[in-house]
């Protein structure tokens, strides 16, 4: 069983940043972590499930939903099993509990991605 588990949020001021982890362990099917598509999706109060970005494992491929691009970050350290989303120039509207998952390709259906964690909470004020 793959098990995800993030952390790094916390309540700051618009502007500031914030870097999250994705600390990861086990394995399904064979494959081990650097072979898995690595993902941030968030949710932000009364609204649905947000893709936010993801990192390929075979090379430098990222995707970033457009109101992020420019602001955040991921990146991968596959010698530790963990995954980062660097948060710079916050915004209100960044709100939200953000959630790390893994799957197999490189795109923004969470419905593809096979394992998920629980979620750290950002909040953003202004």
């Not at 700051?12 to 941030?40: E, H, I, N, P």
């Not at 494992?57 to 691009?69: C, E, F, I, Q």
């Not at 970050?73 to 710079?88: E, F, I």
């Not at 390709?105 to 004020?125: A, E, I, P």
């Amino acid at each position: 069983q793959v098990r995800l588990v993030e952390s790094g949020g916390g309540l700051v001021q618009a502007g500031a940043s914030l870097r999250l982890s994705c600390a990861t362990s086990g394995a399904a099917s064979g494959r081990t972590f650097d072979k898995y598509v690595m993902a941030w999706f968030r949710r932000a109060p009364g609204k649905a499930r947000e893709f936010v970005a993801a990192i390929n494992w075979n090379g430098p491929s990222t995707l970033y939903t457009d109101s992020v691009k420019g602001r955040f970050s991921v990146s991968r350290d596959n010698a530790k099993n963990t995954v980062y989303l660097q948060l710079s120039d916050l915004k209100s509207e960044d709100t939200g509990v953000y959630y790390c998952a893994a799957g197999e390709v490189l795109v923004s259906n969470g419905g593809v991605y096979d394992f998920w964690g629980r979620g750290t909470q950002v909040t953003v004020s202004s």
